[in-house]
Each structure stands twice: as C-alpha cells, then as structure tokens.
C-alpha cells in the first residue's frame, strides 16, 4: 500500500477511537505524526464517547421541526466517481495498466472479479446491500438509464452549483475561488423560519465556501483545511483539529475525506442539523493523479463513511426513520482512450455522465433502476427541496420516483 494510504487509514482508526492509546502510540509516531499530548487511557476515552452520545439523545428532541415536518436529509457527493466502477465495479483494462495501478494483487483480491455485479458489491458494500434493497440507483447506461450534467463545462465548480441550486450557471467557467451569485437551496432552506440555523456543510475542496457563497448565505461551512470552530468543542474535535494539522495531504486545495468525514458526523451528533450537504473529495484527485489504487480505496472507504451516517441515523431518535440520503457525483470521467479515465470536460468524451443514489423513509424500494429513462443534475436540490417540503424555485424537477 501507498505511504498516503497508510496515513489514511492510521488516521482514520485514530478518529473513529477518539483517541489514541498507548498501544497505539508506536504506530501513530511511525507514520510521522507527533501524538505525545494525546495518550489517553482507552478506558477514559469510551466513558467521554458514552457522555457525548448521551447528551445527543437528551437534545433529540430540541432537534424537530415545525413548518418542514421532521424529515431531514444527508446530502452528499463524490467528487468525480465514474458511472462504470459504480455500477461495474473495477475497470479490469485499468487494473492490469501498471502505469495506474501498483498494487494490482491486492486491488485484485480486494474489489475485483469476473462478475461486475460481485466486484461491485466488493467495492461498495452499502450501495449494493442497503441502497438497492431499500433505496433507488440511476445512471447504469448499460440499461439506457442516463443521468447526465446540464451545464456545459463538464467540471467541478459548474458541476457543484448546478448540483446545490438546480439550474445550471453559463457564465461559470472556471474552478476559481469566486463567490458564487446564485442561491444554492442550503442558503434558502437557511433562510427559513424552521430550518435557520439547522443547515451546515463540509468538504474536502477549499473552493466549497465561495460555491456555497458562506458569507452571505450565513451556513456553516468546513472546507479544505479549516477547522472545527466554537466555544464548546467536544474532544474529538480538538483531536480533528489538533491531527489535521499533523496530517500531510497530497494536495494543496484538498484535504483527506476522513477529516471531511468526522468533522461532519460530529457536528451531526452535537448540533443535530436538519440539512447537511457532505462533499468528498479524494476520488476525483487520485483520478486526476493517475492513482488507480487510491481512486478505488478512496471509493470503498466512503462507501463505508456513509454507512456509518446511515447506521447513526438509524441509531438516533432525531434521524431515525426521518432521515434520507441523496447521493451523486459533479461530473464523469473519460473512459476511452484509456488514459482519459484521468480526466473530465467538455475535451473528454462521457466527463458529463453522472448517477444519482437516493435511500430514506417513503423512498420506494425500486433497487437499480433499470428502466430505459434520461435525468438531469439539476434535479437533485428539487428532490432534497421536495423531500423537506420546501418551495424552491430551480431550472430542474424533483426526481419524480423518488419523491411520490
């Protein structure tokens, strides 16, 4: 395994522990990440993770709300995961290419085999257990189900604003960091009487908070680098804030997801916000690196961090039978030649084909959805609009299957 990936996973055990004892002290300092302050006995590290959740039960009740009803919604996106390892699982022409893939026997025993359907279900495990027995998959073109951007530049930013406000922009053609002129549905749901102050994002990108436009749209957003902030931050977040820091990415604009990840769920679990839009990152980055072993480990583990949203809402009596899940990408990838897999736009063929997922109380069970049938990315905020009862106004319609 890549010395990123290694770094990934000691952090990744480090934050769901909440901190670190001292058995596992070697193995954090080996990795190059200073952790003397926080040997902390494992014993007293649970009694804290037993408070935290207690206190989370107590305030469910602070959480309901009026005008909305009390549904609430995970929303969430890869950055850049292709329809093909969605629903095909992996690429085998990619897996066998050594210029994209160094640890093919692994990769091979982990996620592959001759069956797309089994190798799938190997690389993403929640999707095709949970989400198709109880929720809806769009995008498999091998059945004529399309999903598609509508917008015209076939990359992120233009992607994202098209995904959040549900039109898509023109005059957008750039990655820039620039504030973003449109109202994405977070800012207007975070401008109503019931849902104020219940609305909150986090991404590994750093150009999050100008699409989401966080100064004037007044919603909480973790991006990039930032860090977790407020007068009362629990342990785990000193702990995110403090091994953030400690942690080297392999990018200056984006951080590892597991900080993505923790930094959101445990905002969900003190706040307990009715709205949250969750964006990782890592998939379109190690794609773009050329990194087929990352691209495919990247997916896997946040299939497992949704599982872990799904599996706390399903646990809490706020989220519990309230909750839905509302998943995409921004953008597709090449696919051939095969070196167009590392890239996206409107230069790289198949870069505007996308997938929707959708799991959540009065979602009917529909599975993969097979029939012969054309969506669109700027109906996601209508569906996450509908589903919260919210009157939005948007260029796209509420995915009908998903809301009626």
Same mark, same amino acid.
């Given at each position: ?19 670190? @004892?001292?058995?596992?002290? !070697?193995? &954090?300092? /080996? ?8 040997? =902390?006995? #494992? ?121 959040? @406000?549900?039109?898509?922009? !023109?005059? &957008?053609? /750039? ?8 109202? =994405?549905? #977070? ?218």
């Amino acid at each position: 395994m890549k010395p990123i990936n290694q770094l990934i996973s000691i952090a990744s055990i480090t934050l769901v522990v909440g901190c670190v @004892t001292n058995n596992s002290k !070697p193995v &954090i300092e /080996s990795a190059g990440v200073d952790m003397v302050q926080y040997e =902390t006995d #494992l014993c007293e590290c649970e009694q804290i993770t037993t408070q935290v959740e207690q206190k989370a039960d107590m305030g469910a009740a602070e959480g309901a709300l009026v005008g909305g009803g009390d549904s609430t919604v995970f929303w969430i996106t890869f950055d850049g995961l292709r329809w093909q390892e969605v629903f095909g699982g992996v690429d085998t022409a990619l897996m066998k290419n050594e210029s994209y893939t160094n640890t093919r026997e692994e990769i091979q025993t982990r996620f592959w085999d001759e069956d797309p359907l089994k190798s799938r279900e190997k690389l993403m495990p929640f999707f095709w257990s949970v989400m198709k027995s109880e929720g809806q998959l769009y995008g498999n073109r091998n059945f004529h189900n399309k999903v598609n951007v509508s917008n015209k530049q076939w990359f992120s930013y233009p992607g994202y604003n098209e995904i959040l @406000t549900g039109s898509a922009d !023109p005059t &957008i053609q /750039s990655n820039a960091r620039e504030w973003n002129k449109n109202v =994405t549905l #977070l800012e207007y749901a975070n401008q109503q009487k019931t849902f104020n102050g219940k609305v909150a994002a986090f991404a590994s990108w750093n150009v999050f908070p100008y699409i989401i436009n966080d100064e004037r749209s007044g919603v909480p957003v973790n991006a990039g680098f930032r860090t977790a902030v407020g007068s009362k931050l629990t342990k785990k977040e000193l702990l995110l804030n403090e091994i953030q820091g400690q942690t080297p990415s392999p990018w200056t604009s984006v951080r590892l997801d597991v900080f993505t990840h923790h930094y959101a769920l445990e905002y969900i679990k003190k706040k307990k916000p009715s709205l949250v839009y969750i964006a990782y990152g890592e998939t379109d980055d190690f794609a773009h690196n050329g990194d087929y072993d990352a691209y495919l480990n990247s997916a896997h583990r946040t299939d497992a961090f949704i599982r872990e949203l799904w599996d706390f809402a399903q646990s809490h009596p706020k989220y519990k039978g309230k909750t839905s899940l509302i998943i995409s990408t921004d953008h597709g990838r090449g696919t051939f030649p095969i070196d167009s897999w590392r890239s996206h736009g409107t230069r790289t063929k198949g870069s505007d084909q996308t997938w929707i997922a959708a799991l959540g109380p009065g979602i009917k069970a529909l599975g993969e959805v097979k029939e012969n049938m054309q969506l669109s990315q700027n109906q996601l905020a209508q569906t996450v609009a509908k589903i919260l009862g919210l009157d939005f106004k948007s260029q796209g319609t509420a995915v009908k299957t998903i809301v009626e």
